[in-house]
């Protein structure tokens, strides 16, 4: 990859509700690529992008089903978002919300753009809507009974309005060619085959408005007052917001969108002929994920099963909940995630793995009073493997390489038994000192590697080996108990 800048997104979450620890692994896969990037090119040329999605139709009936004012309701959920982001340790450079002023403005012009390239054109829509999506419904997208596969409780509606239409048929072969020549970057595989096979099926125009006196709450459409922009038409343009306010929506940055399975298709087929039709940068890569299921159901209010990631950062904390759902990330399918297998994970590979390795290196070398060069955190110390893996954001295989070279280094310790080396009469003899150097510059490099996934404990690590002599401290995860 020849591009130095980096501009990585996560979705912006619907203000209906609050995230749950669902919605936490795109976060977290998004900000092990930022930290990765930071560690491994110039750290002010990664801008890492998440935030809150506040218009439409979904966010003021949650509003007014709480009877308080959408703007209230949006604020008050945005925040309550950013509190679990950051409960979780999510290095954002900005967290950006669809009702900040400078988003209102650059989408009004956006779509402005996309009128004055005579895209835009005013027409009835007639047909059906599911307002969970957000999204427009064709007879064929419905289940058996007629409801929204992803929604199946909600009554699914039938809109006739007026709006104004989006010409995205006239994108179709621009997109056939973007995706198939891989202009366009869609991973995992079975992604780009299944937007190819949904793009020969032809596209229809889209409605990229709603008249007003149905629905206020939104984005002022610039050509008629009347009009608010269509709430995917809106919150796409997030990215540019923050990316061109950046001086980054140009072909310098590699502009990255990290999405869920349910809205690829906005991500692959929409957004790049909305571009296209303003005039601007393409992204380079949109990488979409399943979902996480909890003890094998799906989570959600109504099953009554959501967990907050706060919950459990309060008792784990953030490195262990980081570390566990970046490793059983969700890549091609669905996966499942339960407390239990957290808690043996938890104890495998942090309590017994990591850190019980840190604890007792750290206090054979203290022991033996080693004294070595002071730590060199300049180059990212990954290897070939390793960087290929990221390339493909599989930060579950990379976790892997890495905790296999943690287990080697245990497995190290056993057989050279340095405790024993303790007892001899010349503890810092030459070979036993090669024992010695071994332990401090291997731990060194795991402090460096693990530092995407656990940034935390990789601080702590750093710190206690940066100097000429190594001091034991307490414990980096302490274990459990029940
Ligand atoms: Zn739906």
Redesign the pocket.
């Known amino acids: 990859m020849d591009k130095q800048k980096f501009l990585i997104t996560t979705a912006i979450d619907y203000c209906n509700d609050v995230i749950h620890v669902g919605h936490a692994y795109e976060k977290l896969l998004a900000d092990a690529l930022a930290r990765y990037y930071r560690l491994t090119h110039e750290a002010k040329n990664v801008y890492f992008l998440t935030g809150t999605d506040e218009h439409g139709t979904t966010n003021e009936k949650a509003a007014q089903k709480r009877g308080i004012s959408t703007e209230e309701h949006v604020t008050e959920i945005s925040q309550k978002d950013q509190a679990q982001i950051d409960s979780l340790n999510v290095s954002y450079d900005r967290f950006i919300r669809t009702t900040d002023s400078d988003h209102v403005q650059i989408a009004a012009d956006f779509y402005q753009k996309a009128v004055d390239n005579g895209d835009i054109y005013k027409g009835t829509y007639e047909g059906l809507y599911?307002?969970?999506?957000e999204?427009y419904?064709t007879l064929t997208e419905l289940d058996e009974n007629g409801q929204?596969?992803?929604?199946p409780t909600?009554e699914?509606q039938k809109y006739e309005e007026e709006n104004y239409f989006f010409a995205w048929s006239k994108y179709q072969d621009f997109l056939l060619d973007l995706i198939e020549s891989n202009k366009i970057q869609v991973l995992p595989d079975g992604k780009r085959s299944e937007m190819l096979a949904f793009l020969r099926e032809g596209l229809q125009d889209i409605p990229v408005t709603r008249p007003k006196y149905k629905l206020p709450w939104g984005i002022t459409a610039p050509n008629d007052e009347d009009h608010v922009l269509y709430v995917w038409f809106d919150a796409l343009i997030n990215y540019f917001t923050a990316g061109s306010q950046n001086n980054l929506w140009n072909d310098e940055t590699f502009i990255i969108h990290f999405v869920g399975k349910d809205i690829a298709r906005w991500h692959v087929l929409l957004w790049p002929a909305m571009l296209q039709s303003a005039g601007y940068q393409l992204p380079d890569t949109v990488y979409v994920h399943g979902f996480m299921n909890l003890n094998g159901q799906k989570i959600s209010k109504s099953r009554g099963n959501v967990i907050a990631p706060s919950e459990l950062v309060d008792k784990y904390g953030a490195d262990a909940v980081r570390y566990y759902l970046l490793k059983h990330g969700p890549i091609v399918e669905d996966v499942d995630i339960s407390i239990p297998q957290f808690e043996e994970v938890y104890t495998a590979d942090l309590a017994n793995g990591l850190g019980n390795l840190v604890a007792r290196t750290a206090k054979v070398l203290e022991k033996a009073g080693y004294q070595t060069k002071p730590a060199d955190y300049s180059q990212y110390p990954q290897t070939p493997e390793m960087e290929s893996r990221w390339s493909e954001y599989r930060a579950d295989q990379v976790a892997i390489l890495i905790w296999e070279k943690i287990r080697d280094l245990d497995k190290y310790i056993d057989e050279t038994k340095p405790w024993e080396l303790l007892k001899s009469n010349e503890v810092l003899s030459a070979e036993n000192s090669n024992v010695w150097e071994k332990l401090t510059v291997e731990i060194r490099e795991i402090a460096q590697l693990v530092e995407p996934f656990i940034p935390d404990a990789a601080a702590k690590i750093k710190a206690q080996f940066a100097g000429t002599s190594i001091a034991s401290t307490e414990g980096l995860f302490p274990r459990l108990t029940s």
Request: with cysteine; net charge positive.
């Open positions: 599911c307002e969970s999506c999204s419904k929204c596969p992803l929604h909600k699914i």
